[in-house]
């Protein structure tokens, strides 16, 4: 007799190569067929395997995928409810899934701070003494453990991905001038916070420009705006090499560095480390307008090169700014009932505007894809 399918053996690497290549929820339901396929679906290199996949299939399409969540506390925020993250496509903003955050946050109000591989960070609002791992393809999340630094206020966090070891680190900084006890990192593999000193000869503030995006994570590093404290205007680009745990300085755009009649805000643009800039212009019936530049050559500051200049007939908020491009402000019109929203959505390379976007608040926005990371962890709650 002809055996059936299921009779037939199949080859590991086969079964194990079709399987990186199939949705993560799909990749949860095998894990029941066997105990050999839990453990090995639940192997690091498995989920390395898988995540590379997703990685490169992402690169071959046009539109990636963005999480986002209201970042003003008044629209969600008690203490007995949970924000709200909607998942959506990354040039038009129409939303793809709803997920609610499966832990709460006592104190404060919660801020996404960024988003690798499909697992987010997020912390709460003010003294950011309570940091959570969270990957919502795979119901996942992890509590980081408390600070060594002790009190914490001001406090700004940059999540990023270490590549050369496969592993996820939290950098804290306090807002202060700094000293080797402002600076800690968490690493996701040893499950623990350690300090981080810094060597510059130039004292520099960290603190300016607005906490609106994720810290830009650009060839390895971690990106702030800082200020050198001894005139207090001059600013510049603090860089934190997440391989090597050392600080870096990059430059600004020239005709930028002592520029003080405009906010600006660091963000990534296809890879590429990007500022932008906020003023008002003086061109009638335009009254406000955003540059965006982009360092086509990482490192070098004669590479700035100004993408390009969007001009709005209102008053403009800025709360977003997505990898593919897509440049997210808001119109604010003061009624009698209460202030009224107006969403706007650009694309920064051909200035198309696409009006009232699938979007109902100000929110934090980050990339994001689905992912297996979190699976293998150890201390991980499920939900």
Not at 120 to 133: E, Q, T, W
Not at 168 to 175: A, E, G, N, P, Q
Request: a negative charge; charged letters at 20%; aromatic letters at 14%.
């Amino acid at each position: 007799m002809k055996p059936t399918i299921l009779q037939r053996s199949i080859p590991d690497d086969v079964v194990f190569h079709i399987l990186g290549r199939l949705p993560v929820k799909s990749v949860i339901r095998f894990r029941c067929v066997s105990k050999s396929w839990d453990s090995s679906i639940t192997t690091p290199y498995f989920i390395s395997t898988h995540l590379n996949h997703n990685n490169n299939n992402k690169d071959s399409h046009d539109n990636g995928y963005v999480i986002h969540m209201p970042s003003n506390p008044s629209f969600w925020w008690s203490p007995n409810k949970r924000p709200v993250c909607t998942v959506a496509f990354d040039c038009t903003f129409d939303r793809i899934s709803e997920v609610q955050i499966p832990f709460d946050f006592y104190s404060e109000p919660a801020q996404l701070v960024g988003s690798c591989n499909g697992l987010l960070c997020l912390a709460d609002f003010g003294s950011v003494n309570v940091i959570y791992l969270w990957n919502p393809s795979i119901r996942k999340f992890k509590k980081l453990p408390r600070s060594c630094l002790g009190k914490l206020e001001n406090v700004t966090l940059g999540f990023a991905y270490h590549s050369e070891n496969n592993d996820y680190k939290v950098v804290r900084i306090l807002s202060t001038p700094l000293s080797t006890k402002e600076i800690e990192v968490y690493t996701l593999s040893s499950d623990s916070w350690k300090r981080v000193g810094i060597e510059l000869t130039t004292d520099v503030m960290f603190g300016y420009g607005k906490f609106i995006l994720p810290v830009p994570l650009v060839c390895g590093a971690l990106h702030w705006l800082a200020r050198i404290r001894e005139d207090g205007r001059s600013e510049l680009i603090m860089a934190f090499d997440v391989n090597s745990e050392k600080f870096s300085k990059l430059a600004l755009p020239d005709c930028l560095i002592k520029a003080n009649n405009c906010e600006r805000f660091l963000a990534s643009f296809k890879g590429k480390l990007t500022f932008i800039t906020y003023g008002y212009n003086e061109q009638p019936g335009f009254p406000s307008q955003y540059s965006v530049w982009v360092m086509k050559e990482y490192g070098v500051v004669d590479s700035w090169n100004k993408l390009c200049v969007v001009s709005f007939q209102r008053i403009a908020c800025f709360f977003g700014f997505t990898e593919y491009g897509s440049l997210l402000v808001f119109y604010c019109t003061e009624l009698v009932e209460g202030p009224e929203l107006e969403f706007v959505l650009v694309d920064t390379e051909t200035l198309h505007e696409k009006k009232d976007p699938d979007i109902q608040h100000p929110s934090y926005v980050a990339t994001f894809m689905e992912s297996l990371i979190l699976l293998d962890g150890a201390n991980v709650a499920s939900y």
